[in-house]
């Protein structure tokens, strides 16, 4: 969209005519809020009418009223005059040259601010549009954390962009269907607000699978058709049993979308006709004490089904959802579900963090939607603030917009929230970072369970800590939770800059031993004259470089010799290479060593190392076919052997040819079992009637324990022989 210049703010007129969409929004407005702020919101049209005057949206309508459509959605949903406000400006920033100066000086900073957050970084320099996208939504949720009304104005913005979306070109309407819902529609539910989530559910269903989103359609109208005299009778059988037992309420049906139920298919890989529960009904009552009277009424009008029940009064959801839900036999042998809930909880359901708005205290949340949700934007900045990568913090968000969760207890009765198929890791790193650090095992409903076990509703967990743990690369496979992710990661990155430093050191140490110096006899003005020139902070920084192979140990040694002078009373001696000892390595080294894949090498084979440009090094066995390729980059090779005390568990993968005959396999596990070791994957490279090849990879401790294993496999008499692999 070009990009306009605005009138000035003082060629606005209040009294300027408006057209029939804006008389609409100031009557809507008009019957919650006082007349002094509906001539704020005009006016506020008038500035964005002259901002945007001459550019249009893709339907050729003026683009003023897009903005004006977001703002009668929010008003809709009762929101203050601040919002109106900033929802019909929220384009202005990012499309025409009204400056947020003067829009803070016509309708303050408030205003100001939520248009800033709403307001995308497109016009920032980025290397991709999914970066641009992944930075523009971190920031958009960093507004959020400071004022929840930027996400009431984004997802209304959404909103109003899917209803219109059939001006779009075929792929533009599904990267915006996508997005909405992979992102959007989980937020809405986030954020309790499930009336915007199931819209902004449809249209996106609708736009990206638009054959399904028919089909699925015309199945629910045939199947309502069919069933619409059964929901009458029940409806009114729930109606009758409440005023028999004199409890106020009233039933209501409701038929699922066709998201959710395509969703239901999906996921449970049934038909439309093997889905019983197209649709249920929700009875509304007045108090919580009514609630559960209410359930035991109709527990007694039909019979329950076993483990189908959930109350979510006494245990809200994460979005501050509360209702009871329960299925019933019903009279025609389909399951029915019921909600019960509160009006307040209704409202609360339905409109999430924006029920009650207007009348919302300064002092602090209206709902427990808004108290959940202040709760879950802080836990995501902090989590920001330790994931440097906009499209990590993106990933970490959407794993946390899980729509299932388990609620889990600890021994003192405190309750955790947590996405579907976390595990006793996720727990504690949800009690606390460090006990999650320090995390080697739990207790669910006191039997010991690893790490990686998955947790369900109900369960109490107690984690065991000790203080030597700590967190280890697989943790990343185990963990779904965006917390656990992001503690992990950067505990990691810690240890790995702590291993460089380490290494670098002794590299660099290694390469003036050559030139007849060590680190601590450069001077340190000369060091830090170096470090100047290389504009490095730290001496940590250069022997960090070093070890992740971004600069070279010769080149620093020989621009440090250089620096020192021919004054310098240290004259270096010729440089000998072959003098110098090899580095040792003990393979605790992790954080800066990696093993090749191509060769596997193990401790007590001969190796080299290789300088990978910000990984690190590489270590490849010295018979390795790639070592040759490697030698004509003779600045990357590191002269490295193992130490005589070596740490750890090393892949190594065996080659090995049996009978093609049953059990075989168990047998050759068996063995491998047997001596100590771990499989970590088996696979066959060869069958035929008679013989098959297998490829074990395995987990050793170095080439004797690998010896040991392949003299057990030999042993099985099944098996003609027993290789290393590669070779």
Known sequence: MEVIPAKKLTDVVDTDPVPPYVQALEE????????EQVLRIRRAFLVGAAAHEGQTRKSGEPYITHPVAVAQVLADLGLDAETIIAAILHDTLEDTKLGREELAGAFGETVAELVDGVTKLDKMRFSSRAEADAESFRKML???????????????DRLHNMRTLGAKDSSSRRRIARETLEIYAPIAQRLGMNKFKAELQDLGFKALYPDRHRIIGERIRAALGNRREAMAKIEMALEGRLAAEKIPGRAVSR????????????????????????????????????????????HGLYKPVDARFKDFIAIPKGNGYQ?????????FGAPIEIQIRTSEMESVAERGIAAHWAYKSDSGPANSAQLRAREWLSALADSQANT??????????????FPDEVYLFTPRGDIFSLPRNATALDFAYAVHTDVGDHAVAARVDKKLVPLRTRLISGQVVEVITAPSAVPNPAWLEAVVTGKARTAIRQYLKHLQHEDAVDFGH?????????????????????????????????????????????????????????LLGPGDDRHPSPVDQHSAEKIRISGSERGVLSFGNCCHPLPGDEIVGYLSSGKGIVVHRVECPNVAEFRKSPERIVAIEWDRDVSGDYRAELRIEVLNRPGVLATVAAAIADASSNIENVEYIERDSTAATLLFAIEVKGRKHLADVMRRVR?????????????
């Open 715 to 727: 042993r099985t008499g099944v098996v003609s022989g027993v290789y290393r692999h590669p070779l």
């Open 388 to 401: 440097p990568s906009a499209s990590e913090f993106l990933e970490n968000v959407k794993i946390d917009l």
């Open 28 to 35: 809507r407005v008009g019957a919650y809020l006082p007349q």
């Open 323 to 331: 209702s009871l839900h329960t299925v019933l036999l019903g009279p």
């Open 506 to 562: 002794r590299m660099l140490d290694r390469a003036l031993d050559a030139r007849g110096l060590s680190l601590d006899s450069i001077p340190p003005a000369t060091l830090d004259r170096f470090l100047d020139d290389a504009k490095l902070r730290r001496l940590e920084e250069l022997l960090a470089e070093i070890a992740l192979g971004n600069r070279f140990a010769d080149q620093v040694a020989n621009q440090l010799v250089s």
């Open 142 to 156: 960093l507004a959020m954390a400071r004022d929840l009304r930027v996400i009431l104005i984004k997802l209304s």
């Open 255 to 298: 038929i699922k979308s066709a998201w959710s139920i395509y969703s239901k298919m999906r996921n449970e890989h049934k038909s439309f006709a093997q889905l019983m529960d197209v649709y249920g009904f929700r009875v509304i009552t007045d108090t919580a004490m009514h609630c559960y009277m209410a359930l035991g009424a109709v």
